[in-house]
């Protein structure tokens, strides 16, 4: 008899866990971000140096992700006031609004819920986890950086926009794909497809390696 490995957490392609929670802009659920795609993402805490630069630059990213029909949400181990706090601080010292909600998460329900709670990095803190869930709910895309290294907020805008893409055209992306990129074409699945895979107008390097501008 072989052993099964129980994955604990959230999982690629299977409905996000549902939360309800208080945030800075009142409460929110998940089904509050139904038809639309949401980035969820933590941090450590608030009123530290890397996810300050962070938040900075989600907030200066938001029109991009709102134009990608993306909404931000942030959530960290701290209170809801200290959330308050944080966010007028940055206004004051930086100049910039933090212009999405962010869920104040003491009792650690969704940080738990969704793996955001590393034992090996903290048992009180998230890490740098952030969740890229679809507009039916289920969840696309997981990253996970270390407390001491910030994420890129360019490279997860990338990754919605490949995302996206690559629904819209059944294909797939290849390394660091960008708009105007060739993508790649599904690979046969027959020997008759894959024989007549290099008349059918692809750029076709082998049978199973095909690319196409969109």
Known sequence: MTDTIELKGPRLNEPAPDFKALTTDGEKTLADYKGKWLILFS?????????????????????????????LLG??????????????????????????PIIADLNMKVANAYGMIQPG????????????IDPNGVLRAMVYYPMNAGRSVDEIYRLVEALQTADANKCAMPENWKP????IVPTPGTVAAAEARASEGYDTKDWYFSTRTL
């Not at 959530?75 to 999405?100: N, P, R, T």
């Not at 990095?121 to 890229?132: C, K, L």
């Not at 105007?180 to 993508?183: A, E, L, N, T, Y």
């Open 180 to 183: 105007g990129d060739p993508v």
């Open 43 to 71: 941090h450590p805490a608030d009123f530290t140096p890397v996810c300050t630069t962070e938040f900075i630059a989600f907030a200066k990213r938001q029109d991009d992700f709102k134009a990608k029909g993306v909404e």
């Open 75 to 100: 959530l960290s181990i701290d209170s809801h006031y200290s959330h308050i706090a944080w966010v007028l601080s940055i206004k004051e010292k930086f100049g910039v609004e933090i212009g999405f």
């Open 121 to 132: 990095a903290s048992d009180t803190a998230a890490v740098r986890a952030t969740f890229i």
